[in-house]
Each structure stands twice: as structure tokens, then as C-alpha cells.
């Protein structure tokens, strides 16, 4: 599922979904074999994604399968499990996932090996645009706006004239 990160000082937006995008990662390994992601209790109006982009095995790997799986709702509601990557420090130590999201709450494991593996990507937290979000950003440009008018009183700098050969003379 993808979402359109939409411009917040666009009028009408009210109704529309707003996204914040933060760095995430983790590390697995046999002492940390799962990390889990919940979304917001106190906030129902958040969601929150993660897109997975790149898995890769740490210093320290040994010569073994590691397999990473996340454990998530599907569209039915039901939670599911998922392998999405086979490491083997020999032969694929990387993948990458390209834009792969998930919506929380959702558990990566460590399924097999000993790793450590290090998943990263971003987490995507998507709200829904109210109108006093609008207006306070209606006052920001407002602000913008003023601080370019005083810009465009400064004259330009204009270029120095060059002389020619005879003057230099």
C-alpha cells in the first residue's frame, strides 16, 4: 500500500492524508531474535508503516542461512507470516527491498541463524490533515510570504563594466 505524500498548504486538504517519514532500523541477532512495531494506542488517527528497503548481515556472521520474516495483518485481518530474506554471508550477505511497507503493529524475526542481521528503511507515520493544521500553515506562508517582500527590496548587484585595452593603457 502507498501513499501520496500530499502538500499540507494546498487549500481543501482537510479530510486528506499528511505523511512524516523518519529513519528506521533494527538489528537481529540469536540474543535479539524479533522487534516488535505498535502503533499508536493513545492516537487513533495514526498509521503507521514501515518500508522496508535493505537487509543485511552484520560483522560477525557466520556461514548459515539467516532468514528474517515479518508478521503482519493481511486484508483480511488476519495475521500472517511472511519470509522476506534468505542472507548467507557466502553468497547473498544484502538484499534489497526496494519499497517494501507494512502497516503496524507487525513483528520481523529472526527465523533462522544467528545472525546479526540489520533490516533499515523508514518509518512512515500517515495522518489525516485537520483544518487548524491548514491554518496554521496558511499563517507560516503568510510569514514567508512577507519575508520575500523584503528580499525583493534589495537592489541586485549589477555586474562590473569591463574596460577595454585602450583604457588600460
Known amino acids: 500500500m502507498s501513499f501520496m505524500d500530499e502538500e499540507s498548504s494546498d487549500v481543501g486538504l482537510a479530510g486528506r492524508t499528511k505523511m512524516e517519514s523518519f529513519l528506521f532500523s533494527c ?19 495514526l498509521e503507521h508503516f514501515i518500508e522496508f528497503r535493505t537487509i543485511c548481515l552484520g560483522e560477525g556472521a557466520l556461514e548459515e542461512n539467516n532468514v528474517v520474516e515479518v508478521t503482519a495483518m493481511n486484508h483480511q485481518g488476519k495475521t500472517t507470516s511472511v519470509p522476506i530474506a534468505n542472507l548467507h554471508i557466502g553468497c547473498l550477505p544484502m538484499v534489497s527491498l526496494g519499497e517494501f511497507e507494512v502497516k503496524a503493529p507487525l513483528t520481523i524475526r529472526l527465523k533462522a541463524g544467528s545472525g546479526p542481521v540489520t533490516i533499515s528503511g523508514q518509518h512512515l507515520i500517515a495522518s489525516e490533515v485537520d483544518e487548524s493544521d491548514l491554518e496554521e500553515e496558511e499563517d507560516e506562508d503568510m510569514e514567508d510570504d512577507d519575508d520575500n517582500t523584503e528580499e525583493e527590496d534589495i537592489s541586485p548587484i549589477k555586474p562590473a563594466k569591463k574596460k577595454n585595452k585602450q583604457q588600460l593603457q
Open 27 to 45: 538489528e537481529l541477532s540469536s540474543k535479539v531474535p524479533f522487534y516488535c512495531i505498535q502503533g499508536d494506542e493513545e492516537d487513533d488517527d
